[in-house]
């Protein structure tokens, strides 16, 4: 490994970007390089090689072949927004369990006490969010 | 400096490799999967490109490249023509941090065969999986155009939902190896593959990445019978052909992650460890395939339910039960 | 070897630039959903920032955690609701609310400000011990115990205030 040649003063401005993963982290930035080459060439190519004709009936959003009609956004329903919204509750609950996840055996039975308490916090949420009716999609029961 | 230069040239045959092999795969995987369908279906599929039809993929590249590239009047251009880029960009992004061999050693020096061994390639792969909504909900989004609002919506609400499917059933996996990097997470299934060690998180994490990939049974967001095409409805030419690329890169990706936290990685007998890998892959995608062949697809309110009341509760209590047993046996 | 110094500031000036940029786009941008592109972009900078501290664990969870829940939920936001006014955008907004904006970007500068020059900062190179993920999980369950589970309270109430203001169930109709 090259990086060993570092002085620790040099190694002071790049301490973080080098030392944990040397050359595998030049690998990736080519690699980066690489695939976003790949990605950028297809895109111009796209650009570039198709001919292009320009008629306002081309410019019309496809809707089967007849004139569109109303705005494009006419607002949707609510369940996709809270759906969101769970998502960000229980996603940041994901990242926490994960951390706890790598050091379960450090942590023992405390640490499960713990999370179990976390976990069955969120599973109450996510049953009282059953019982409103908040994950239901289709038409409401009365 | 002689050093420098031979390891900075061996990375970069590396590079070429593992890119000009998955982009090939992915080709390939389209006609295979157009063939395959075919004969499930009793009929022939593509033939006449090529000897058994193996030009196919060339013939449908020149096509793409030289249609025309649609921008719809109303659309938002710049977000219009970069979405596609984002939905390739992120699914070859992720194959950076993916282990696909036993090290080689070649000129006398350790050649590791993945790309970056990242201490938390789990996260990386799991952050990228998040950033690949943009290219769908973008896509969609900047259309402006009905069909492709409403697939884009239903695309973001299931990939999230079943994301977070995806989170929870990674979970016992990482208990496992108590460790983020996939290099040690392959380490640990030397002898025995986390899918039999955790059966239930590696059944969550089949029907997560299936619905994570929009494929038949989940594929409502291109739902062709009441969506037209979803999100890229409006795209035509090479973007479209771009979201199509990222569609079967991802394929892949999910197919290598499956690999490789549930199947044993490339641990296995008698072929190089390459190899294995590769079988493992293309078997999980023939299964894909497969499903596509045999399911119907679900409704969308089946499909949201499934993934909040099922998959997210089981997943949870799975990580209790797991975290139990795991402690008690010490 | 300063190149590798040269490599070291050039991105931490490259992740800068990026934070700039996506905030320019993000104020100048016309439709609402470019501004959470922006900030997205902002983000991606800010990642680059603490990887560039030397926690990739806290790069990574950036983009997990920002950019790829809080912006998408912002852009769900965006898609969801129905197309505004064009008309009601270009007129100025009203002077308080510019006062009312304008005082919180002051307040919250000035708390930035004051934390930054409160903070003992160490070089970096002395805070490089034995941190591993392990030590992290190890010290989020020990040290900070009781925000950890302040934190499930908190999510449990969040979840509760969002079907409230939707007005689900027994809170209201719904369409």
Same mark, same amino acid.
């Given at each position: 490994?090259?990086?060993?040649?570092?002085?620790?003063?040099?190694?002071?401005g790049?301490?973080?970007?080098?030392?944990?993963?040397?050359?595998?982290? !030049?690998a +990736?930035?080519?690699?980066?390089?690489? /695939?976003?080459?790949?990605? @950028?060439?297809?895109? %111009? =190519?796209?650009?570039?090689?198709?001919?292009?004709?320009?008629?306002?009936l081309?410019?019309?959003?496809?809707?089967?072949?007849?004139?569109?009609?109303?705005?494009?956004?006419?607002?949707?329903?609510?369940?996709?927004?809270?759906?969101?919204?769970?998502?960000?509750?229980?996603?940041?609950? !994901?990242? +926490?369990i994960a951390?706890?996840?790598? /050091?379960?055996?450090?942590? @023992?039975?405390?640490? %499960? =006490?713990?999370?179990?308490?976390?976990i069955?916090?969120?599973?109450?949420?996510?049953?009282?969010?059953?019982?409103?009716?908040?994950?239901?999609?289709g038409?409401?029961?009365? | 400096?002689?050093?420098?230069?031979?390891?900075?040239?061996?990375?970069?045959?590396?590079?070429?490799?593992?890119?000009?092999?998955?982009?090939?795969?992915?080709?390939?995987?389209?006609?295979?999967?157009?063939?395959?369908?075919?004969?499930?279906?009793?009929?022939?599929?593509?033939?006449?490109?090529?000897p058994f039809?193996?030009?196919?993929?060339l013939?449908?590249?020149?096509?793409?490249?030289?249609?025309?590239?649609?921008?719809?009047?109303?659309?938002?251009?710049?977000?219009f023509?970069?979405?596609?880029?984002?939905?390739?960009?992120?699914?070859?992004?992720?194959?950076?941090?993916?282990?696909?061999?036993?090290?080689?050693?070649?000129?006398?020096?350790?050649?590791?065969?993945?790309?970056?061994?990242?201490?938390?390639?789990?996260?990386?792969?799991?952050?990228?999986?998040?950033?690949?909504?943009?290219?769908?909900?973008?896509?969609?989004?900047?259309?402006?155009?009905?069909?492709?609002?409403?697939?884009?919506?239903?695309?973001?609400?299931?990939?999230?939902?079943?994301?977070?499917?995806?989170?929870?059933?990674?979970?016992?996996?990482?208990?496992?190896?108590?460790?983020?990097?996939?290099?040690?997470?392959?380490?640990?299934?030397?002898?025995?593959?986390?899918?039999?060690?955790?059966?239930?998180?590696?059944?969550?994490?089949?029907?997560?990445?299936?619905?994570?990939?929009?494929r038949?049974?989940?594929?409502?967001?291109?739902?062709?019978?009441?969506?037209?095409?979803?999100?890229?409805?409006?795209?035509s030419?090479?973007r479209?052909?771009?979201?199509?690329?990222?569609?079967?890169?991802n394929?892949?990706?999910?197919?290598?992650?499956?690999?490789?936290?549930?199947?044993?990685?490339?641990?296995?007998?008698f072929?190089?460890?390459?190899?294995?890998?590769?079988?493992?892959?293309?078997?999980?995608?023939?299964?894909?395939?497969?499903v596509?062949?045999?399911?119907?697809?679900?409704?969308?309110?089946?499909?949201?339910?499934?993934?909040?009341?099922?998959?997210?509760?089981?997943?949870?209590?799975n990580i209790?039960?797991?975290?139990?047993?795991?402690?008690?046996?010490? | 070897?300063?190149?590798?110094?040269?490599?070291a500031?050039?991105?931490?000036?490259?992740?800068?630039?990026?934070?700039?940029?996506?905030?320019f786009?993000?104020?100048?941008?016309?439709?609402?959903?470019?501004?959470?592109?922006?900030?997205?972009?902002?983000?991606?900078?800010?990642?680059?920032?603490?990887?560039?501290?030397?926690?990739?664990?806290?790069?990574?969870?950036?983009?997990?955690?920002?950019?790829g829940?809080?912006?998408?939920?912002?852009?769900?936001?965006?898609m969801?609701?129905?197309?505004?006014?064009?008309?009601?955008e270009?007129?100025?907004?009203?002077?308080?609310?510019?006062?009312?904006?304008?005082?919180?970007?002051?307040?919250?500068?000035?708390?930035?400000?004051?934390?930054?020059?409160?903070?003992?900062?160490?070089?970096?190179?002395?805070?490089?011990g034995?941190?591993?993920?392990?030590h992290?999980?190890?010290?989020?369950?020990?040290?900070?115990?009781?925000?950890?589970?302040?934190i499930?309270?908190?999510?449990?109430?969040?979840?509760?205030?969002?079907?409230?203001i939707?007005?689900?169930?027994?809170?209201?109709?719904?369409?």
């Amino acid at each position: 490994m090259a990086s060993e040649n570092i002085s620790t003063e040099q190694l002071a401005g790049l301490d973080a970007l080098m030392s944990p993963l040397g050359w595998d982290l !030049v690998a +990736f930035a080519l690699y980066v390089g690489l /695939a976003c080459t790949i990605v @950028g060439s297809l895109l %111009l =190519a796209a650009r570039f090689l198709g001919h292009r004709t320009r008629s306002p009936l081309k410019g019309q959003p496809y809707e089967c072949g007849v004139e569109p009609s109303g705005p494009a956004r006419p607002g949707y329903p609510v369940p996709f927004y809270l759906t969101a919204i769970f998502f960000v509750v229980f996603d940041v609950e !994901v990242a +926490f369990i994960a951390s706890w996840a790598v /050091a379960y055996d450090l942590l @023992g039975w405390q640490g %499960l =006490a713990q999370i179990a308490f976390f976990i069955i916090t969120l599973l109450i949420a996510l049953f009282y969010l059953w019982r409103r009716g908040a994950l239901d999609w289709g038409p409401q029961r009365r | 400096m002689n050093d420098v230069l031979l390891t900075i040239i061996l990375i970069v045959i590396k590079l070429g490799l593992v890119l000009g092999t998955v982009l090939s795969l992915a080709a390939y995987m389209v006609l295979a999967e157009r063939k395959v369908l075919a004969r499930m279906q009793m009929r022939h599929g593509p033939n006449r490109v090529g000897p058994f039809g193996l030009l196919q993929p060339l013939a449908d590249l020149i096509k793409l490249l030289c249609k025309e590239d649609l921008i719809p009047e109303r659309a938002d251009r710049w977000v219009f023509m970069l979405a596609p880029a984002i939905s390739v960009g992120t699914a070859l992004l992720a194959f950076a941090v993916i282990p696909f061999g036993a090290p080689l050693q070649i000129f006398g020096r350790t050649i590791e065969l993945v790309i970056c061994d990242l201490n938390i390639g789990l996260l990386y792969l799991f952050a990228l999986s998040s950033l690949a909504v943009y290219g769908v909900a973008l896509g969609g989004w900047a259309s402006q155009s009905k069909f492709a609002l409403l697939g884009g919506l239903r695309a973001m609400a299931q990939m999230i939902s079943y994301e977070l499917a995806l989170g929870l059933a990674i979970v016992p996996v990482v208990m496992a190896s108590k460790s983020f990097s996939l290099t040690a997470i392959v380490a640990s299934q030397q002898s025995l593959p986390n899918a039999l060690r955790h059966p239930l998180a590696f059944l969550i994490f089949v029907i997560a990445i299936m619905a994570e990939s929009k494929r038949t049974p989940f594929d409502m967001p291109e739902a062709e019978n009441e969506l037209v095409a979803g999100y890229h409805t409006e795209y035509s030419g090479m973007r479209f052909g771009m979201f199509f690329v990222g569609e079967y890169v991802n394929l892949i990706v999910l197919g290598s992650m499956l690999t490789v936290l549930f199947l044993g990685g490339w641990h296995g007998p008698f072929l190089p460890s390459v190899g294995w890998f590769l079988i493992k892959i293309l078997a999980v995608a023939f299964f894909f395939i497969w499903v596509r062949g045999t399911v119907p697809r679900l409704r969308y309110d089946q499909l949201m339910a499934f993934g909040w009341k099922i998959l997210v509760p089981l997943g949870l209590l799975n990580i209790l039960v797991t975290a139990v047993w795991l402690l008690w046996r010490g | 070897m300063s190149f590798y110094r040269y490599l070291a500031e050039g991105l931490f000036f490259g992740f800068i630039v990026c934070i700039f940029a996506g905030a320019f786009i993000s104020l100048r941008a016309r439709q609402l959903m470019n501004s959470v592109l922006g900030l997205a972009i902002s983000l991606l900078g800010v990642a680059g920032l603490f990887y560039h501290l030397g926690s990739p664990f806290l790069a990574l969870m950036e983009l997990l955690i920002n950019i790829g829940v809080v912006c998408v939920v912002i852009a769900f936001g965006i898609m969801v609701g129905p197309k505004p006014d064009q008309a009601a955008e270009k007129r100025p907004p009203p002077k308080r609310n510019r006062m009312l904006a304008a005082g919180a970007c002051l307040a919250a500068s000035a708390l930035l400000l004051w934390t930054v020059l409160n903070t003992p900062w160490n070089p970096a190179i002395a805070r490089i011990g034995d941190f591993t993920i392990r030590h992290l999980g190890e010290s989020l369950l020990h040290q900070f115990c009781l925000p950890f589970e302040l934190i499930s309270i908190l999510l449990l109430v969040a979840i509760i205030g969002a079907l409230i203001i939707a007005r689900i169930g027994r809170y209201g109709a719904r369409e």
